[in-house]
């Protein structure tokens, strides 16, 4: 069976640009989440999605968004970016309806640079 | 919102011997702990899991134990080898999830010496 995957693997951008990266999950697999991983902070929860529904949003700025698909492949948009933007995405799936009690299962991640 | 404090930031052993990484959480209500590995330029990926009516669970030579009272969680892991070099993340959720969501502690470089 197929792992996460995440798409695009690395990624430059410039300050105010926007960027949409993208996760397919694990087949069978509904739930969906997002986080952000940077050196000093680790790793700090984004959003969580089942059957195309928001159902957890973390404490980011409204530049941050997400959406899932009926396919249940996600998407995370940044709008605006900012230098501190630069990080390691790594998007998350799950077979149980909620992601945040049971095992993840990661992908590989995007690294954005904003520059 | 729940917070994770994990230590120690680095762990150097020698082959052979064991670690310890702890972990401490502030929601009383949180029931779900799961501790995460990852390897230089790879993914994170889970090793172990344990849910708050249980008090300690091991597979092979990792083991974590959890006081609910104390609130606080540890990872051991026993006969170190060289693969086992990496960074440990320890985590916490509550049952609502919340803006929280799965809160992960900043990780353990754990070094293992030949």
């Known amino acids: 069976k197929a792992g996460v995957t995440q798409t695009p693997r690395y990624l430059i951008k410039t300050r105010g640009q926007q960027v949409t990266l993208s996760c397919s999950p694990i087949?069978?697999?509904?739930?969906v989440s997002w986080y952000q991983q940077t050196p000093g902070q680790g790793l700090q929860f984004l959003f969580e999605?089942?059957?195309?529904?928001?159902?957890n949003k973390g404490n980011f700025p409204g530049r941050f968004s997400g959406r899932q698909f009926s396919n249940s492949r996600s998407e995370m948009n940044v709008s605006t970016l900012e230098l501190g933007d630069s990080a390691l995405y790594l998007c998350?799936?799950?077979?149980?309806?909620?992601?945040?009690?049971?095992?993840?299962?990661f992908g590989n991640g995007t690294r954005l640079t904003v520059t | 919102g729940e917070n994770v404090e994990q230590h120690p930031s680095t762990l150097s052993v020698q082959e052979g011997d064991s670690a310890v990484i702890k972990c401490t959480y502030s929601?009383?209500?949180?029931?779900?702990f799961p501790w995460y590995k990852q390897e230089l330029g790879k993914r994170p990926q889970l090793i172990i899991d344990i849910r708050s009516n249980v008090g300690e669970k091991k597979d092979q030579r990792i083991a974590v134990t959890l006081n609910k009272t104390a609130k606080h969680f540890s990872l051991h892991i026993t006969e170190t080898q060289p693969e086992d070099s990496a960074v440990y993340f320890c985590a916490a959720s509550s049952p609502g999830g919340g803006a929280d969501g799965l809160t992960f502690g900043k990780g353990t470089h754990l070094i293992i010496q030949p």
């Open positions: 998350a799936s799950s077979l149980a309806q909620s992601s945040y009690n049971s095992p993840l299962h």
């Open positions: 929601d009383s209500a949180s029931n779900y």
């Open positions: 999605y089942f059957s195309e529904t928001q159902r």
């Open positions: 087949s069978g697999h509904r739930s």
